[in-house]
Protein backbone atom coordinates (compact mmCIF):
# COMPACT_ATOMS: atom_id res chain seq x y z
CA UNK A 1 0.00 0.00 0.00
CA UNK A 2 1.33 3.69 -0.88
CA UNK A 3 1.96 5.78 2.27
CA UNK A 4 0.57 9.41 2.69
CA UNK A 5 2.87 11.88 3.94
CA UNK A 6 1.58 11.35 7.58
CA UNK A 7 2.89 7.38 7.57
CA UNK A 8 -0.08 6.41 6.84
CA UNK A 9 -1.40 4.58 4.13
CA UNK A 10 -4.08 5.47 0.85
CA UNK A 11 -6.92 4.57 2.85
CA UNK A 12 -5.98 6.77 5.81
CA UNK A 13 -4.99 4.21 8.18
CA UNK A 14 -1.64 4.43 10.15
CA UNK A 15 0.72 2.02 8.79
CA UNK A 16 2.02 -0.82 11.51
CA UNK A 17 5.31 1.10 11.69
CA UNK A 18 3.34 4.15 12.31
CA UNK A 19 1.70 2.31 15.24
CA UNK A 20 4.67 0.83 16.39
CA UNK A 21 6.72 3.81 17.08
CA UNK A 22 3.88 5.53 18.18
CA UNK A 23 3.52 2.97 21.24
CA UNK A 24 7.20 2.82 21.23
CA UNK A 25 6.94 6.35 22.35
CA UNK A 26 5.02 6.36 24.58
CA UNK A 27 6.54 2.88 26.48
CA UNK A 28 10.02 4.71 26.55
CA UNK A 29 8.54 7.56 28.19
CA UNK A 30 7.00 5.07 30.52
CA UNK A 31 10.20 3.51 31.27
CA UNK A 32 11.61 6.80 31.95
CA UNK A 33 9.52 7.55 34.65
CA UNK A 34 9.80 4.12 35.76
CA UNK A 35 13.57 4.49 35.58
CA UNK A 36 13.92 7.92 37.75
CA UNK A 37 11.90 6.39 40.33
CA UNK A 38 14.11 3.31 40.35
CA UNK A 39 16.76 5.69 40.74
CA UNK A 40 15.61 8.80 43.00
CA UNK A 41 12.35 7.69 44.10
CA UNK A 42 13.11 8.33 47.98
CA UNK A 43 14.88 11.94 46.79
CA UNK A 44 12.57 14.98 48.57
CA UNK A 45 11.82 16.87 45.71
CA UNK A 46 9.14 19.66 47.01
CA UNK A 47 6.83 20.26 49.45
CA UNK A 48 2.99 19.55 48.36
CA UNK A 49 -0.20 20.58 51.03
CA UNK A 50 -1.66 17.47 52.50
CA UNK A 51 -5.36 17.28 53.66
CA UNK A 52 -5.05 19.60 56.51
CA UNK A 53 -3.30 21.86 54.16
CA UNK A 54 -0.31 21.49 56.13
CA UNK A 55 3.39 21.11 53.56
CA UNK A 56 4.26 17.70 53.34
CA UNK A 57 7.68 16.81 52.13
CA UNK A 58 7.03 14.62 49.29
CA UNK A 59 9.05 12.41 47.25
CA UNK A 60 10.18 11.68 43.56
CA UNK A 61 7.99 8.28 43.20
CA UNK A 62 4.99 10.16 45.53
CA UNK A 63 5.37 12.96 43.12
CA UNK A 64 4.91 11.05 39.73
CA UNK A 65 2.42 9.50 41.64
CA UNK A 66 0.35 12.21 42.76
CA UNK A 67 0.69 13.71 38.96
CA UNK A 68 -0.65 10.77 37.19
CA UNK A 69 -3.10 10.44 39.39
CA UNK A 70 -4.63 13.65 39.22
CA UNK A 71 -5.36 12.93 35.59
CA UNK A 72 -6.55 9.39 35.95
CA UNK A 73 -3.12 8.36 34.10
CA UNK A 74 -1.84 4.48 34.24
CA UNK A 75 1.11 3.40 33.26
CA UNK A 76 0.34 0.60 29.58
CA UNK A 77 3.58 -1.61 31.27
CA UNK A 78 2.40 -3.40 34.21
CA UNK A 79 5.47 -3.61 35.73
CA UNK A 80 6.14 0.59 35.39
CA UNK A 81 3.14 1.18 37.36
CA UNK A 82 3.70 -1.81 39.53
CA UNK A 83 7.12 -0.10 40.31
CA UNK A 84 5.84 3.29 40.76
CA UNK A 85 2.86 2.24 43.19
CA UNK A 86 5.15 0.45 45.12
CA UNK A 87 7.72 2.92 45.24
CA UNK A 88 5.29 5.47 46.71
CA UNK A 89 3.93 3.98 49.09
CA UNK A 90 7.38 3.05 50.48
CA UNK A 91 8.60 6.26 50.53
CA UNK A 92 5.03 7.31 51.92
CA UNK A 93 5.54 4.78 55.08
CA UNK A 94 9.28 4.07 55.38
CA UNK A 95 11.39 7.06 56.40
CA UNK A 96 14.80 5.03 55.55
CA UNK A 97 13.26 3.76 52.22
CA UNK A 98 16.15 3.64 49.52
CA UNK A 99 14.69 3.02 45.97
CA UNK A 100 17.47 1.67 43.94
CA UNK A 101 18.40 -0.88 47.05
CA UNK A 102 14.87 -1.90 47.52
CA UNK A 103 14.20 -3.30 43.91
CA UNK A 104 17.03 -4.47 43.35
CA UNK A 105 16.81 -6.77 46.44
CA UNK A 106 12.86 -7.44 45.48
CA UNK A 107 11.65 -10.86 45.93
CA UNK A 108 10.06 -10.77 42.06
CA UNK A 109 12.84 -11.75 39.78
CA UNK A 110 11.33 -9.34 36.93
CA UNK A 111 11.34 -6.35 39.55
CA UNK A 112 14.84 -6.86 40.69
CA UNK A 113 16.16 -7.34 36.71
CA UNK A 114 14.50 -4.28 35.80
CA UNK A 115 16.00 -2.53 38.18
CA UNK A 116 19.24 -3.51 37.79
CA UNK A 117 18.95 -2.83 34.04
CA UNK A 118 17.86 1.10 34.93
CA UNK A 119 20.91 1.32 37.35
CA UNK A 120 23.36 -0.74 35.16
CA UNK A 121 24.19 2.27 32.67
CA UNK A 122 25.44 5.08 35.37
CA UNK A 123 28.21 6.35 34.28
CA UNK A 124 30.54 7.80 37.13
CA UNK A 125 32.22 11.58 36.46
CA UNK A 126 35.37 12.33 37.58
CA UNK A 127 36.20 12.96 41.18
CA UNK A 128 36.88 16.47 39.18
CA UNK A 129 33.36 17.71 39.02
CA UNK A 130 32.48 16.96 42.58
CA UNK A 131 34.33 20.27 43.67
CA UNK A 132 31.58 22.36 42.44
CA UNK A 133 28.92 20.71 43.98
CA UNK A 134 28.30 22.75 46.99
CA UNK A 135 25.16 23.93 46.07
CA UNK A 136 23.49 20.87 47.05
CA UNK A 137 19.77 22.84 46.97
CA UNK A 138 19.02 23.30 43.49
CA UNK A 139 19.86 19.12 43.24
CA UNK A 140 16.11 19.08 44.37
CA UNK A 141 14.87 22.21 41.98
CA UNK A 142 17.35 20.14 38.87
CA UNK A 143 15.29 16.53 39.95
CA UNK A 144 11.92 18.29 40.48
CA UNK A 145 12.25 19.70 37.16
CA UNK A 146 13.35 16.55 35.52
CA UNK A 147 10.27 14.58 36.96
CA UNK A 148 7.98 17.38 35.86
CA UNK A 149 9.20 17.09 32.37
CA UNK A 150 8.95 13.27 31.90
CA UNK A 151 5.45 13.22 33.19
CA UNK A 152 4.53 16.52 30.54
CA UNK A 153 6.52 14.39 27.52
CA UNK A 154 4.52 11.18 28.94
CA UNK A 155 1.22 13.73 28.86
CA UNK A 156 1.68 15.01 25.76
CA UNK A 157 2.45 12.02 24.29
CA UNK A 158 -0.58 10.24 25.35
CA UNK A 159 -3.06 13.38 24.65
CA UNK A 160 -1.13 13.48 20.99
CA UNK A 161 -1.61 9.96 20.50
CA UNK A 162 -5.65 10.37 21.28
CA UNK A 163 -5.85 13.40 18.64
CA UNK A 164 -4.23 11.00 15.82
CA UNK A 165 -7.26 8.91 16.97
CA UNK A 166 -10.01 10.96 17.20
CA UNK A 167 -8.76 12.63 13.28
CA UNK A 168 -8.86 9.20 11.86
CA UNK A 169 -12.33 8.41 13.09
CA UNK A 170 -13.67 11.90 12.01
CA UNK A 171 -11.70 10.69 8.22
CA UNK A 172 -13.62 7.39 8.48
CA UNK A 173 -17.28 8.22 9.92
Known sequence: AT???????????????????????????????????????????????????????????????????RDSIVLQNTLHQRILEEAAQQALQNGDFKAEKYFLNHPDQQVSSFAF???????????????????????ANMRL?????LIIDLKLCIVEKQKKQIMQQMRDP
Open 145 to 149: DQVKH
Open 3 to 69: QGTDGSNIQGRPSLSQITRERNTQEAKEKLIAQIVVRHGEELVCNLLNEKGEPHPTSVAEYVAIALQ
Open 117 to 139: EMVSDKEELSKYFDQGKQSVPNE
